[in-house]
Each structure stands twice: as C-alpha cells, then as structure tokens.
C-alpha cells in the first residue's frame, strides 16, 4: 500500500480547501472565513458493525472515538497502526479506557463484509468496532473526514488500497479534538490521549 503521510495528507487537504475557498468568494463575491480557521473534520454517518447491525455516529455518544480508514487486506500499515492503538489503549487507566473506542472504518467495502471486518477487529482488543457499508454509504464518510482512497490494481490481478493514514481523535459529543500521527509509539499514544482530555 502506498499510502500518505498524515502530515502531507492535511496539508495538502488544506490548501486545496483553501484554494477552492478563495475561488468560490471570487466567483461570488461572499466573504471567506479566516485562513487560520480549522477544517470541519468528521460528520453523521450510517454505517454497518461487524456484528450486522446498523450503527450511526450517536450510536457512540459519550464514547472518545478514535477513527482509522483502512481495510482488512492491508499489509502493513493498518494491523501495525490497530495494534499500537491496542497497546495505547491497555496503558490507559481502565476508568478511562472504558469510554474509548476505536472505529476502524473500511475503504474496501467490495472485500470487508461485516463478518469480515468484524472478526479483523476482534484480534485488536474489546474497545474496536468494524464498520462497512455500501460505496454510497461510505463515499460522504471518507469526504467528512477528508480521507484519500484509491484502488490500485496488482500484475497477479488482485488489487490493494491507497489510502491516507491518520487517526482522528473525536470527543464524547462527536466533536473532532485532533489527530494522532500512526508512526507514534504506544506509549506516546497514550500520552497524547490523555492531553486530549480523554
């Protein structure tokens, strides 16, 4: 998988958003919200768990979320980056790490049944959920939390995903708090948690 370094991923995000920004208020004539204003970062959705039911984004009010977009065929990066939030999460005090929980959300519906995607996160620990959907369901999730995915097709024809790599930090009311960087040691995902106020 050739995927995206977070920090490039934002900032190229950014800066098209700012372009496309600046191009509209000219067309328009409407004023712009400052430069400096942060991104709008997550959304409702409705999705699928791995268990078959169907989940929306309150279905996890009053939990910290830790978002990641990946998919079950990943070699490298999404089971290395599921198994550090593990052992992030198994750092935290339990009262806390009761209120956490990670969302893994595929970009590769076609592969990532619920069942499958269900039995994937069950290696990582109790806190993580899987959620699939149909391409139409997914398509305004990934463009919410400004997430890049691509299918790249292999010589043996089977085919792997690109995709941006970033954990997003969500607070208890659904409001976005920041973002982890998925190269972070454990240790180091804890403590930044914690800053985050979880």
């Known amino acids: 998988m050739n995927r995206i370094a977070p920090r490039a991923w934002v900032a190229l995000a950014t800066l098209a958003a700012a372009a496309a920004g600046l ?3 000219w067309l ?13 970062i997550g959304g409702p959705f ?8 169907r989940v929306t984004d309150h279905s996890f009010d009053g939990y910290w ?8 065929h990943c070699p490298d990066a999404c089971p ?4 550090d939030l593990g052992a992030a999460l198994d750092k935290l005090p339990e009262s806390v790490r009761d209120h956490v929980r990670v969302l893994f959300v595929t ?35 990934e463009a919410s939390y400004h997430v890049y995915a691509r299918r790249h097709d292999l010589k043996d024809g ?17 409001a976005f708090a920041g973002l982890l960087d998925d190269g972070l040691a454990p240790a180091e995902m804890a403590r930044r948690l914690t800053g985050f106020g979880a």
């Open 23 to 25: 191009a509209a208020a």
């Open 28 to 40: 328009v004539r409407l004023p712009t919200p400052p430069s400096d204003a942060p991104p709008q």
């Open 46 to 53: 409705a999705l699928t768990d791995g268990a078959g039911r």
């Open 65 to 72: 979320r830790l978002v990641y977009f990946g998919y079950t």
């Open 80 to 83: 290395t980056t599921l198994g």
């Open 107 to 141: 970009v590769d519906p076609a592969r990532d049944t619920p069942a499958v995607i269900g039995n994937y996160v069950r290696a990582f620990g109790p806190g993580f959920v899987g959620l699939t959907g149909t391409p139409a369901e997914l398509a305004p999730v």
């Open 158 to 174: 089977d085919y792997a995903m690109d995709h941006s790599s970033v954990i997003y930090v969500m607070r208890p009311d659904g």
